[in-house]
Nanobody, 122 residues
Framework: QVQLVESGGGLVQTGASLRLSCVASGRTLDSYAMGWFRQAPGKEREFVATINWSGGLVIYSDSVKGRFTISRDNAKNTVYLQMTQLQSEDTAVYYC???????????????WGQGTQVTVSS
């Protein structure tokens, strides 16, 4: 069984930056894609970014492209989400996930973390 633990969330002001981390345990994930999704209050969970096993393929949602950067350190079994120019619309619980392929669809992923709250105040 894979456990994913996110950290790095918090309360920040508009325009600030945050870096989220997700550490995996229970299985080496260097052959798997890793992704980030988010869920705002009253909304469905949505795709944010994903990265394939090597880091050679990354995909972003249009809403975060150019502001967020996903990366991974396979030696540490960790994936990161560097978030810059944060806006109030980025307020959500951010979830880490892993699956066989880097994809936008939630169904492509098998394991999910518990999430970390990001709140952006104006």
């Amino acid at each position: 069984q894979v456990q994913l633990v996110e950290s790095g969330g918090g309360l920040v002001q508009t325009g600030a930056s945050l870096r989220l981390s997700c550490v995996a345990s229970g299985r080496t994930l260097d052959s798997y894609a890793m992704g980030w999704f988010r869920q705002a209050p009253g909304k469905e969970r949505e795709f944010v970014a994903t990265i394939n096993w090597s880091g050679g393929l990354v995909i972003y949602s249009d809403s975060v492209k150019g502001r967020f950067t996903i990366s991974r350190d396979n030696a540490k079994n960790t994936v990161y989400l560097q978030m810059t120019q944060l806006q109030s619309e980025d307020t959500a619980v951010y979830y880490c996930t892993t699956g066989l392929h880097a994809a936008r669809a939630q169904g492509a992923y098998n394991f999910w973390g518990q999430g970390t709250q990001v709140t952006v105040s104006s």
